[in-house]
Structures are given as structure tokens and as C-alpha cells.
């Protein structure tokens, strides 16, 4: 048997240290000389249970039995009055309640100790819990939770060594308990101990009264587990306290156990009996053994006349509740009368008649309950529930309804006979009457009924309520709550009522007007009225108003000052008028969101608003024209607007805009003071822009095929801090454009990919700062557009350069690989003109021209040598994928490319030889290069390698990795020279490696 128990404690000064978490824990541990628990079974024999306390909140300590195996969890909390709460959990499969009633037996550690008629150990009443003359001050046996004062609340905290001391109050002796208790050893020696410095856990008795704290939060069937586990949990489950509540819902007890569990707890105030073999004799025991009874359940089976009878002797009996049971034996009239009784639930049952005399009754449900008549004679009720009652007649509801003049609640729903003259009836003699659901009741229509005092009124799928039915609503001016769905002949509501609070219209096909006026109005649910065109709301309380799927919606009138969210979703019908609601600021001064989504009927909108900060116009298909004017506006979703011709935003507050999916937009203007990110990508016919954002970091502008130079221009001067510029497919941008961009102090990132430039003469003068420079597809550059970079130390910051797809010479490339050394990045991709890259030289001759503009004159010409003392390479990353042209790759020690890291050449499918010496290369992809036949690799942290569809063999490649020590990854996948059976020989050529994939199968 293992206990674990993990609380959270603390006392005393420990409670200021929100942080410190405790533990104690029940052990169990041989040791004769500290006592033992008793002789009830071997198993427990010799077993000290004491409570530990450590800091660690993962140290768990438990009582190791031989037996039984029952697992706890033990959690403690500290409230506010800084009161202990224990609570047990258990960790083993469910065990049904009453399951050792059967044959009286526990485990068989504890055989004989189980009381067949309790299903808890041992025989003792509740008064054996504590033995009489124990002695103890601390016991307190007249309350529920027994006193806990054997700890004092001073509670010393070290530290420095994480311990808790606990100083006791009194000094009490636990070795007469008995076999009730479990045996303490408080001797001098221990007692002095506790503050010294060097404890390492404080242990003290789980004594009876603490144990009766931990138990109060077992329910019915985790005490009966407890009670396995030794002689003292048997009695300390067995208490009284415990069994105030007898629950035997839907469990297979015996009379005489159910006698016996009544004897045993003479105190007991609930009993449940519902789904039981007898609940007749049930109930007649229940209300002869408890005297203090005072809430009985019965269901599912028959009660007899006698039980009726019987109730009259239950003076203390206050809730009675039976569901689905026969009553009698249904042909005779069923006499309740009691004169103390306050609640009565005869739910579901099958009855003839019904006559109820209950003095002091205040709430009554006959719900469900299938009888043509009942009587009433209770002036105290004040809750009625006859909802369901099919065969209740109208003159009988109104009977027992009128019977009770203090009545403040009444469910008649689904009782089809109900008329109007039984509510006005109801009306006249209850005038306290605040909550009425008549829902289900198609014959009535309230045109003559007026209800003052009601503040909840139900009416759902009442087909007999029509327009005129609201002049009665009307004069309930104490009216809260309405609730009117599925009133299928109702067409219009227009309601002037102070106190209305809520109201549901939802599935009324036929309602075409609203109109309501309420200051305290807050909730409004409207919903699948297709035929609603008017909506007209005034109110001081509503904050949100959801008017989804409204297809017939073209009027909208609000008076809403503290309305912060609409939403408006799919009212196809809404025109451009709906703008002027909430532009204003009158109707709606504090609107903050606003969901106008698939509105497919909107073309222009515009909104002036001062208070709104997020705007949803996705899939508005039709809107055409933008104008925006909300200096607090921060989100906006443009998602389907792809007919957007014009937008304006001035001014916004929005921090990033993305209009790329408005394929159509031509003109934009837009003032956004706080905006960082603009995305225009894919606005094709963007001809004029405005762009006024002061704190722009980031500008994408890719394919505004028709954005000019002059757009450019005054982009620049108006957002100085632009970092991030794609101009990609911008055709229309040229020098005068880029020349303007030296306003750009902050410009790292510059992309003029896809465009017809012919020099970068203005890139190299105006972005002096550049870092990042992609000019992919640029194929009118001349083969000298690039010398200023390595000859003239232009861009002196650039570390990243994209060359793909470029039409540049073999000479241009190689001087810029070899001159530009700071260059980190370089993708040369594609380029057709890139032949072999081979940096075995030692000397080349250059031509440097004293000019920056690429003129040249023999007087300033003049040679240089470039030689491997000029500095070490910082090119981390080349990629020079799909270069058809490339035969051979030579990258030796001399060319000092100390910091290579990743090196692609795939789909080179030319490439033949490769010979690289690189000390710090990671990454070599080499896949598709279909004729290589010439591996050399002096790479000696080379981790992966990919040879995918080479055409080289294995005996080059066993070569070239056995100078790779660190290689983990090699793929050699649809190589035709490389077989599987070949893995074992690559394995042994290299240990280091991982992972090895080959696609062909064994031959």
C-alpha cells in the first residue's frame, strides 16, 4: 500500500513567502521500537505511520504495505484566513460505491473487518471514531471538522536550509490510544531537537483530528476505499459527519442494508433513493429512521398511498423530489399534505389527480407529469412549474394558478389548451406574478392581457402573437427580458420600455420592423429573419450588437452612445447609407469595431470616425472607392475588396498595411503617422501613390508595373526611414527615381530584381549604406556595370549580393568574386556565362580605372596585384545553382575562404571536377550534376553532403569522405554507380556518419 500526499503548506511568519512549497507525506517503516498501529492484520503489523515535512516539492513519501495498493494524492490550501484544506485524490481504477457490501469482505489483508451492511470496516457506530476518556484537549467532538491545535501557528522558517519548525502548543501523549490511534513517540529528546539547524524533516502523528480534516473532502465511495486501510481510517471514515448525505442513486442496496446504513446514522438530513429496487420501502424507512430528515429523492419505480400518508409524521422533512414514478396505482386521487414542506418536484410522473396542502410550499413543479387535474391549496407558493402537462386542462391550470396569490414564477409552457382568459385570470389574481414562459402555447395572442408586474416574458414559437400582440407587451413597464422566437406570424415590434434589458427575435420569417427605445437595453439577438428590412435602436446600456446574415437589411437607425462593436456580416442589401451611421460620431461616439464582411452591395465607403480602431470589409466585392479618416484606426482587412480602384487613408493609425490583394487600385493615398510596413505587391496598375508615413521601415512595391519615377521620389522625402525597399518587376522606375533614394539615410535592403536598368551608377551614389543588393534577371546590365563595387570600393557595407539569371561575362564575375572580399552572400544562379570557378591562382593582373563613372584613359590607368596577403575571404554562402556551364569547381587553401560555410552547385549538370579545400564548409549540395566524376574534398567540418543523380562512382566518393571527420549526412539517392550493397564500405571510409540514404534497391 503506497499513500503519496503532496500539499502546499504553510503557517505562520512561513505564509509571507508566497514561493515556499511543503511537503508532508504519510510514511510507513519497520521499526518496533517507535511503535506500532495496532493487531488488526498482519499486513499492517509493526507499520509506523508518521507525517513528514520537506521542502522539496518533489519528494514524495508513502506507507508501503503488502496487501493493499491504494494511491493518494494529498493537496493543501491555504485561504485567505489562512485556514488548511486537504483533499484527497485517488490514483486507482474506480471501485463502485457499496462494493464490499455483497459479501462483506475487504481485501484479504483486512478480512472480517468489513461490515457488510455499511461497506466500510469494522462494526462501530460513529461514536467509535474517538474513544470516550481519551484525554485529548484538541478533540472536539460536537463540531463537523474536529479543532486542529496541535501546531502552533508560529511557524519558524530557515532559509538557509529550507526547513520548517513547528513549535508545539501543548505536549500531548499518544500511547494510550489504542488501536483508534496510531502510536507517537514525543519523547524530551525529540521535542529538543526540533530547532536545531541541521534537521532535515520535522515528523509528527497523523492524528485523529487532522485525519478527520483530510477525510471531510472524500465523497461516499473514496471513504469506503480509505477505510482498507488501517483500524484508525476504518473508524475516522465511519464518522457521522461524513454520512450527513446517504446517496444511493441508481446502486444496488438491500433493504436491510439501507435499514441498517439508517441505524447506523440516525443523524443523517439527505437521502437519494432515485433508480433503486424499492423505493417505496425505501422512502417509508427513510422517513421512520431519520428523525432529522429534511430532503428526500425518490424515482423510477412506484410510490403507494401509504407513502403519502407517511409524510405527515416527517415534521423535519423540507425538499421532496420524485421523478419518473407511478403514483398510487393511478386510478385514485394522491393526497400530499404536509404543513412544513417548501420544496416539492414531482417531475415525470404518472398520476390521476393530485392534491397538494402544503402551509409553508413555496416552490412546485408538475412538469412532464401526466394528469388532467390538480388541486392546490398553497397561499405561500411562489414558483410554478407545470411546463409539459398535455393533459392539464385549461380551467385546472387556471385553478391552481389563481389558487396561489403570492406567485411569482410560472412555467406553462407547452400546455397547448392554455387561453387567453386563463392569463388574464392569472393576470387579475396573481399581482405579483414577475416571470411568465408561455412558450409553446398557440392559442394565445395577450391582446387582452395586461401583466404590470412581469419583468421575464417567453414566448417562443407562439403562433398566435402578431403585432397587435405587442401593444399588451407594451404596458408591462417593469418588462426585463422578452424572448419571442419562432413567432411565425409576428411582423413588426416597436417597443418603448425603460426597463427592457434583452431580447430575442430569431427564426420569425414573416418580421420585417423593429423598433425599440430602452436606456438599459444590452442585448439584442436577431437572427434568420429573411425578411427584415428596418431596424431602428435606441439605448444608453447596449455595447454589442450582431446582426449577421440579414439579406434583407437596407435600414439601419442607432442612438447607441456606449455601442463599441457591430457586427454586420453578410447583409447583402446594406447600401452606402450605412456609412453615415457610424461615421457621425453622434449615433455611435464610442464605436470601436465594426464588421461589415461580404456587404456585397457596398461601392463607396467612407467613414469619419474618431473612436474606431478596427474594420473589417472582407469579401465586399463591389467596393470600389476607400476613404478612410479614423486617426485611431489600427486594423483594417481589405480581404475579396479585389475591385478597389481608389483608397485613401488619411489619417490612420494603422502600423502595417497590406494592399497587394487589390489587384485593381490605381490611386492611393495614405497618412498613417504610425504605419512600419506597407505592402503594395501585386497592384499592377498603381499609377499614383501618396505615401505620407513618417515611420516607415519597410516599402514592397513588387510588380506596380506602372509605378514612376516621380512616386518613387516623393516616397523617399516623405518616409526617411525606409530600410527595406523591393522595387522588383518595376519597370517604370529608373535613374531619376533612384537617385532620389539618397534621402534614405536607413536603406539596407534594396531590391530592383526584374528591371530594365541598364547602370547602377545611381544605386552606388545615393545608397551608400546598402547591405543587401538582389538584381536577379537584370539582363540589360553591362558586364562593367558591377567595377565600382571592386574597384572603386563602392558599397563598402554590401554583404549580400543576388546575381541570377544575370547575363554578366566569366571576367566580370571573376573579379568580383575576387576583389569584393567582404561579401558574404552571393547567388549566382542560372548565370549561363559563369564557366569554370577556379581560385587556384596565386597572381592576377587587374585593371584599375581612376574614374567612377567607368570612362577610361591610358594616363590613369595603372595595374595592381591582387595576391592571397590581401585578407581572408568573408563569403559565408555561394550559390550557383543550375549553372549549365560550369565544368570545374577549384577552391584551394590559397584562397583563404576561411568562412564558407554552404556551397551549392546542383543541377551544374556539366560540372565535372571539384576540388575543395575549405576548413569551416558545413553544407556541399552537388545533386543533379549528372557528370561529375571528380570528388576532392578537404573539408574537415563537412556535416552533410548531397550527391543526389550524380554520375559519380563509389570508389571517388570513398576517397573524397575519408578526409571529412565530422560528416553526418551523405545522399547518394538515383546515383547509377553507387549501390546499396556499397553502404557498409561508405560506413566504414567514414564513423562519423549518421545518416545515409540510397534509393536503389539490392542487386
Not at 483508534?180 to 483530528?209: A, C, Q, Y
Not at 437596407?554 to 453578410?570: F, G, I, K, R, S
Amino acid at each position: 500500500m503506497r499513500i503519496c500526499c503532496f500539499p502546499f503548506l504553510c503557517f505562520g511568519e512561513g505564509e509571507k513567502d508566497n514561493n515556499t512549497n511543503s511537503h508532508y507525506s504519510v510514511e510507513g517503516k519497520d521499526n518496533m521500537e517507535e511503535g506500532d498501529l495496532g493487531k488488526e492484520s498482519d499486513g499492517f503489523k509493526n507499520h509506523r505511520f508518521r507525517l513528514v515535512l520537506k521542502e522539496d516539492t518533489n519528494n514524495v513519501v508513502g506507507v508501503e504495505g503488502e496487501e493493499m495498493e491504494v494511491q493518494w494524492k494529498l493537496k493543501l490550501a491555504i485561504s485567505k484566513e489562512k485556514k488548511q484544506m486537504f483533499r484527497f485524490e485517488f490514483d486507482e481504477k474506480d471501485v463502485d460505491f457499496l462494493k464490499y457490501t455483497s459479501d462483506g469482505r475487504g481485501s484479504e489483508g483486512m478480512r472480517g473487518d468489513v461490515n457488510s451492511n455499511v461497506g466500510l470496516v469494522g462494526g462501530p457506530s460513529s461514536s467509535s471514531m474517538v474513544p470516550p476518556g481519551r484525554g485529548n484537549p484538541m478533540y472536539d467532538s460536537q463540531n463537523k471538522r474536529a479543532k486542529v491545535q496541535s501546531l502552533d501557528p508560529n511557524w519558524r522558517h530557515d532559509n538557509e536550509k529550507g526547513i520548517h519548525y513547528i513549535t508545539p502548543v501543548h505536549e500531548v501523549s499518544y500511547h494510550d490510544v489504542g488501536d483508534s490511534g496510531v502510536s507517537g513517540d514525543h519523547d524530551s529528546n525529540k521535542n529538543d531537537n526540533l530547532g536545531s539547524g541541521d534537521l532535515s524533516e520535522f515528523r509528527i502523528d497523523l492524528t485523529d483530528d487532522l485525519l478527520h480534516m483530510v477525510l471531510s473532502f472524500l465523497n461516499h465511495v473514496d471513504l469506503c476505499r480509505a477505510a482498507l486501510v488501517c483500524r484508525q481510517w476504518r473508524d475516522a471514515t465511519s464518522h457521522e459527519d461524513f454520512w450527513r448525505y446517504l446517496n444511493f442513486e441508481n446502486r444496488p442496496i438491500s433493504e436491510e442494508q439501507f435499514e441498517d446504513m439508517c441505524q447506523r446514522y440516525p443523524n443523517a438530513t439527505a437521502v437519494n433513493v432515485y433508480g433503486t429496487r424499492a423505493i417505496h420501502s425505501f422512502g417509508i424507512k427513510s422517513i421512520n429512521l431519520l428523525r432529522n430528515l429534511e430532503a428526500l429523492t425518490l424515482g423510477k419505480g412506484q410510490l403507494g398511498e401509504t407513502f403519502f400518508q407517511a409524510l405527515t409524521d416527517c415534521h423535519t422533512l423540507r425538499s421532496l423530489t420524485i421523478n419518473d414514478a407511478t403514483l398510487g396505482t393511478g386510478l385514485q386521487e394522491i393526497p400530499i399534505h404536509h404543513d412544513r414542506l417548501h420544496d416539492l418536484q414531482i417531475v415525470k410522473c404518472r398520476l390521476l389527480r393530485v392534491s397538494i396542502r402544503c402551509p409553508q410550499l413555496e416552490t412546485l413543479s408538475l412538469k412532464r407529469s401526466s394528469m388532467p387535474n390538480a388541486v392546490l391549496n398553497c397561499p405561500l407558493l411562489r414558483e410554478l412549474d407545470i411546463a409539459s402537462c398535455h393533459k392539464l386542462l385549461d380551467a385546472a391550470i387556471r385553478s391552481a394558478a389563481t389558487s396561489c396569490p403570492l406567485l411569482e414564477s410560472l412555467d406553462i409552457s407547452n400546455c397547448s389548451c392554455v387561453s387567453d382568459e386563463t392569463l388574464q385570470g392569472i393576470a387579475f389574481s396573481c399581482g405579483n406574478l414577475h416571470i411568465l414562459d408561455a412558450s409553446y402555447c398557440p392559442n394565445i395572442s395577450l391582446e387582452s392581457v395586461t401583466l404590470s408586474m412581469l419583468t421575464v416574458l417567453k414566448l417562443h414559437s407562439c403562433e398566435g402573437i402578431t403585432s397587435a400582440s405587442m401593444a399588451s407587451v407594451a404596458r408591462s413597464s417593469m418588462l426585463e427580458v422578452l424572448e419571442l422566437d419562432n413567432c411565425s406570424s409576428l411582423t413588426s415590434v416597436s417597443l418603448d420600455l425603460p426597463c427592457l434589458q434583452s431580447i430575442r427575435l430569431v427564426h420569425c420569417r414573416k418580421f420585417v420592423d423593429l423598433n425599440l427605445r430602452s436606456s438599459a437595453l444590452s442585448s439584442i439577438t436577431v437572427s434568420n429573419c429573411p425578411s427584415l428590412q428596418t431596424i431602428s435602436i435606441t439605448s444608453n446600456a447596449l455595447k454589442k450588437l450582431v446582426l449577421q446574415k440579414q439579406e434583407s437589411l437596407t435600414t439601419l437607425a442607432l442612438q447607441c452612445y456606449c455601442l463599441q462593436e457591430v457586427d454586420l456580416t453578410e447583409c447583402e442589401s446594406l447600401t452606402n447609407s450605412i456609412c453615415e451611421v457610424f461615421s457621425s460620431g453622434v449615433c455611435c461616439p464610442a464605436l470601436r469595431s465594426l464588421v461589415l464582411d461580404s456587404c456585397e452591395s457596398l461601392t463607396a465607403v467612407s467613414f469619419c470616425s474618431t473612436s474606431l480602431v478596427s474594420l473589417s470589409l472582407g469579401g465586399c466585392r463591389a467596393i470600389t472607392s476607400l476613404d478612410l479618416s479614423c486617426p485611431y484606426l489600427e486594423h483594417v482587412s481589405l480581404d475579396g475588396c479585389d475591385h478597389l480602384e481608389r483608397a485613401k487613408f488619411s489619417p490612420v493609425g494603422l502600423r502595417s498595411l497590406n494592399l497587394g490583394i487589390c489587384p485593381k487600385l490605381s490611386v492611393l493615398h495614405i497618412e498613417a503617422p504610425e504605419i512600419v510596413s506597407l505592402e503594395l505587391k501585386g497592384c499592377g496598375v498603381l499609377s499614383e501613390a501618396l505615401i505620407d508615413c513618417p515611420l516607415l521601415t519597410s516599402l514592397d512595391a513588387s510588380f506596380c508595373s506602372q509605378l514612376k519615377d516621380d512616386c518613387l521620389s516623393a516616397t523617399a522625402s516623405s518616409c526617411p526611414l525606409i530600410e527595406s525597399l523591393v522595387l522588383m518587376s518595376c519597370p517604370s522606375v529608373g535613374p531619376d527615381g533612384l537617385s532620389s533614394l539618397h534621402c534614405l539615410r536607413s536603406l539596407t535592403f534594396l531590391d530592383l530584381s526584374y528591371t530594365f536598368l541598364v547602370n547602377l551608377q545611381p544605386v552606388f551614389f545615393s545608397c551608400v549604406y546598402l547591405k543587401v543588393l538582389k538584381l536577379q534577371a537584370c539582363k540589360y546590365l553591362s558586364d562593367s556595370s558591377l567595377e565600382p563595387l571592386y574597384k572603386h570600393n563602392a558599397l563598402p557595407a554590401l554583404c549580400e549580393l543576388d546575381l541570377s539569371y544575370g547575363t554578366l561575362c566569366q571576367s566580370a564575375i571573376e573579379e568580383l568574386l575576387a576583389c569584393c572580399r567582404h561579401l558574404t552572400h552571393v547567388s549566382l544562379n542560372g548565370c549561363v556565362n559563369m564557366h569554370d570557378l577556379d581560385w587556384s591562382f596565386q597572381i592576377k593582373t587587374l585593371t584599375l580605372t581612376s574614374t567612377f563613372d567607368g570612362s577610361h584613359t591610358t594616363s590613369t590607368r595603372e595595374s595592381i596585384v591582387l595576391s592571397q596577403e590581401q585578407g581572408d575571404r568573408m563569403l559565408e554562402s555561394l550559390n550557383c545553382v543550375g549553372c549549365p556551364n560550369i565544368k570545374k569547381v577549384v577552391i584551394p587553401p590559397t584562397a583563404r575562404c576561411f568562412h564558407l560555410s554552404l556551397l551549392n552547385l546542383s543541377l551544374s549538370s556539366n560540372l565535372k571536377e571539384v576540388d575543395i579545400s575549405c576548413c569551416n564548409l558545413f553544407i556541399l549540395n552537388l545533386s543533379n550534376c549528372n557528370f561529375l566524376e571528380i570528388l576532392k574534398l578537404d573539408c574537415p567540418r563537412l556535416t552533410s553532403l548531397f550527391l543526389q543523380s550524380c554520375g559519380i562512382d563509389e570508389q571517388a566518393v570513398e576517397a573524397a569522405i575519408r578526409q571529412c571527420n565530422m560528416l553526418e549526412t551523405l545522399d547518394v539517392r538515383f546515383c547509377p554507380k553507387i549501390f546499396p550493397s556499397s553502404m557498409g564500405t561508405l560506413r566504414a571510409a567514414c564513423p562519423s556518419l549518421k545518416r545515409i540514404f540510397s534509393s536503389l534497391p539490392c542487386t
